[in-house]
């Protein structure tokens, strides 16, 4: 069904990448952006087919998961050790989820991958190449998408749902004294400019989600369609995997 | 970064193996200090109050695989150095450490997890002023630890590399590799080498005669005496 995966590093002891033969698709994007909805849809349409999927996200894992969050509520780590306490969350959930579901064969959709994860450090003031470093325990993804909605639609959809915008997706924890709404627009804009600057190393697609669900989800499913036609997985391309964890590939000057 | 900067505290961390007595040396440095009224502050590995909780877990329930095992003594540590360690030796403390990056560096490194991943994670950590590492052979740490208990902890003995079904057996064999690993260590990062066969008193003395030499020891003094009732 796939190609053999690869790591972005040296990755993890003892994986023997041959034997993943399911598929590891990625979809990221801000919240507001349609994320979840369209990893349901995807799902859906892909059990219909009879594909297995297995769902993955952040904050997920049977090890940390509760005590990030209560570290979260109390805003009380730091930024390199909130950054550790999310890679030991999704090292976590690669080693006891994803990879037993693609070797099982499984589609994963991933809400969410180490992408968001890195872009959140570095708009902290995280080195970017410590950061890749990292996660180059993570495993390359067959596909990634990144739903790119304007910081203004974000900020009213969320509004629109929840009428409060998160601490967090606000960027609230970086300047206490801000206004929430500039400050959201404003971090919002800042990790969108992060994830440019990924997209040119890790070859991730981007969406454009400023648009009914309807013209987006066609988009992802003819883009899936096309991996699970030719067996051929979509654009890691021989460059993504000789990522350098030593490149400066970020733009360390944000805003 | 941090690293880069100049902070007027020093570092003192103290390495070895289970049973070679180091905790012990460093509690008898930590009380000369005080005693002297120097400003000091005392950090133990994996002692995180936030962390700690999801690594007992981890532990407990067996979760833990080489890398989460890693990573989450990455997060334990950066805890306590961006919110004690850092921001103390900026304040001009001397900062002692029982265990430091390179506990990580040996165990991790027999546990399987890539050498330079490893070193990369710590990579934010300053290397210490002075790092004492007490020698000891690796039979009589093991007869220290083993005699003295009756049980061992899983991830102690290092059962979870499946050496060997008997966790005294697999104690050994565990110890044996993170021994070999830390003198490599004791090369590459000059630690100071104690004999830790000596007795207790013996090796205190010779830890405060280096610490003595390598630091300027007066500047660190609090400016007001914090144990009024002690000063004759």
Redesign the interface.
């Known amino acids: 069904m796939t190609r053999t995966k690869a790591f972005y590093?040296?990755g993890?002891?003892?994986v023997n990448l041959e034997s993943l033969t399911g598929l590891l698709i990625a979809v990221e994007g801000a919240d507001g952006s349609g994320r979840s909805t369209h990893i349901n849809l995807l799902r859906d349409w892909l059990e219909r087919r009879g594909y297995p999927t297995a769902n993955v996200g952040l904050k997920r894992s049977?090890?940390?998961s509760?005590?990030?969050e209560?570290?979260m509520q109390g805003n009380?780590?730091?930024?390199?050790?909130l950054?550790?306490?999310y890679?030991?969350d999704f090292?976590?959930q690669l080693?006891?989820r994803i990879l037993p579901a693609l070797r099982a064969g499984f589609i994963v959709l991933a809400d969410r991958y180490i992408y968001t994860l890195m872009a959140r450090a570095i708009v902290r003031g995280m080195?970017p190449d410590?950061i890749q470093?990292?996660y180059?325990?993570a495993l390359i993804p067959d596909a990634v998408f990144y739903i790119a909605v304007s910081p203004e639609i974000l900020l009213e959809r969320n509004l629109r749902k929840h009428a409060v915008l998160d601490y967090w997706e606000s960027g609230m924890d970086m300047d206490r004294s801000q206004n929430m709404y500039g400050s959201f627009i404003q971090y919002q804009k800042k990790i969108q400019k992060q994830f440019k600057q990924m997209q040119k190393v890790y070859g991730f697609q981007t969406v454009n989600g400023n648009r009914p669900p309807r013209g987006i989800q066609k988009e992802l499913q003819a883009k899936i369609e096309s991996i699970l036609a030719n067996g051929k997985m979509f654009p890691v391309t021989e460059k993504t995997i000789q990522v350098q964890?030593s490149d400066h590939i970020f733009d360390l000057k944000n805003g | 970064m941090s690293m880069g900067d100049r902070v007027p505290g020093k570092l003192i961390a103290v390495e070895g193996l289970d049973g070679s007595g180091k905790s012990t040396q460093i509690y008898l440095l930590k009380r000369w200090l005080e005693l002297e009224g120097y400003k000091i502050f005392f950090t133990e590995w994996n002692s995180s109050a936030i962390v700690k909780r999801a690594t007992s877990k981890g532990k407990k329930r067996q979760l833990l695989t080489p890398t989460t095992f890693s990573l989450i003594h990455c997060t334990d540590f950066a805890d306590r150095y961006e919110r004690q360690i850092l921001p103390l030796l900026h304040a001009g403390y001397i900062v002692l450490a029982d265990r430091y990056v390179y506990t990580a560096f040996a165990r991790d490194g027999v546990r399987g997890c890539d050498h330079e991943w490893v070193r990369k994670l710590y990579s934010y950590a300053r290397p210490p002023d002075i790092t004492f590492f007490f020698n000891v052979p690796l039979k009589v740490a093991q007869t220290r630890i083993l005699d003295g208990r009756t049980r061992l902890k899983y991830h102690e003995a290092g059962m979870d590399m499946g050496y060997s079904a008997d966790p005294s057996e697999s104690f050994r064999i565990f110890q044996g590799k993170i021994y070999q690993e830390y003198r490599r260590l004791a090369d590459e990062y000059n630690f100071v080498r104690i004999d830790a066969t000596e007795p207790p008193d013996v090796q205190q003395i010779k830890v405060r005669e280096i610490v003595e030499t390598i630091i300027d020891l007066p500047r660190y003094r609090w400016r007001e005496t914090p144990y009024p009732l002690l000063k004759q």
Request: proline share 6%.
């Open positions: 590093g040296k993890l002891p003892n049977s090890l940390v509760r005590e990030l209560e570290a009380i780590l730091g930024t390199r050790t950054s550790l306490f890679a030991t090292a976590d080693e006891n080195e410590w470093e990292v180059s325990i964890p």
